[in-house]
């Protein structure tokens, strides 16, 4: 079964504007209403994030486009939390490979494409800064298509959609150009679309879930963040708690579900269910960590669990 549903990341260096241009398309579909007081750089929640400027913990949030829902991943672009990056490609089946214009691609958008190609999932370029008076698009669309060729990309790989952008001002054309006055982010929302396949899923099977990434609250406690892959998570439902311990033969915790969230928008929202191929944000399990599987007690089936690099 597919749904109306995109999972995609957004990846770059640091400093290429990724985390403007997720404002942007938040502002673009509307999440943040004409009243609301808008934050910049709004997924740079944690102190040290707005302190530095830069994006630290992989954080989702949501928009709807049309009918279709579309999950957008945002990740690290320093190199040094690379771990981080490879656990959200967990979660998506595309990537939005954001590139400045005058700068080109650097050494993170070499590390995280090798990851994302050797997962088989698509990818939109975008060239952003176009406005820039250094700007060379041309000669950046270049570099980055010698960039895939260099990771060993495939014919399919390399007919990636190119959009350039001013994430600043929420413009985007298709193609190398210069975005004009009437412009706006239309030509990427169609591109995720387009490019980034539905998930492809089971929804009636037995429960299995990947905990992708962990958070904490004061109300709630420990968070695991992460990707339904096949059945449904109901609130209220007993789910199993998968860890290594158990791949070791010992027996899961099992416990009801006492809290279930997904993003909406910025925020997590408390939800009575999360079907297959969505994300979720689960609250009860204390000991749960990255890379276990959440599963129906009655049939609990372990997915692989995640290896990254050191």
Do not use: C
Request: avoid cysteine; proline fraction near 6%; aromatic fraction near 4%.
């Amino acid at each position: 079964m597919t749904f109306a549903l995109r999972n995609v990341a957004l990846v770059a260096h640091v400093d290429h504007g990724k985390t403007t241009l997720v404002d942007a398309l938040l502002r673009s579909t509307g999440v943040f209403s004409a009243h609301q007081a808008v934050v910049d750089r709004v997924m740079d929640s944690n102190d040290q994030e707005r302190e530095r400027g830069i994006t630290i913990l992989a954080k989702a949030a949501s928009v709807q486009w049309g009918d279709i829902k579309i999950n957008l991943v945002d990740t690290p672009g320093h190199a040094d939390f690379g771990g981080e990056v490879e656990r959200s490609l967990e979660l998506v089946d595309g990537v939005v490979l954001l590139v400045d214009a005058a700068e080109g691609p650097l050494p993170q958008t070499r590390y995280v494409l090798s990851k994302a190609l050797a997962r088989g999932i698509p990818a939109i370029l975008v060239l952003n800064k176009v406005d820039r008076q250094d700007a060379r698009p041309e000669e950046v669309l270049d570099e980055v298509y010698e960039l895939f060729m260099d990771l060993g990309a495939s014919d399919d790989d390399i007919e990636f959609p190119v959009i350039s952008a001013i994430a600043r001002d929420a413009k985007a054309v298709p193609g190398i150009g210069m975005p004009g006055d009437d412009a706006d982010l239309t030509p990427l929302l169609q591109a995720i679309v387009d490019t980034v396949p539905a998930p492809v899923v089971d929804v009636e099977g037995p429960l299995q879930a990947i905990v992708t990434n962990l958070d904490a609250s004061d109300y709630l406690g420990r968070l695991a963040i992460g990707r339904v892959v096949r059945g449904t998570m109901r609130k209220g439902d007993r789910v199993a708690l998968l860890d290594e311990e158990v791949l070791e033969g010992t027996k899961p915790v099992e416990r009801k579900l006492s809290g279930l969230m997904g993003f909406t928008g910025i925020s997590r929202d408390e939800v009575d269910e999360r079907v297959a191929g969505d994300l979720f944000v689960v609250a009860g399990f204390p000991e749960v960590e990255i890379g276990d599987t959440l599963a129906d007690p009655v049939d609990p089936e372990p997915l692989p669990r995640l290896s990254v690099d050191e």
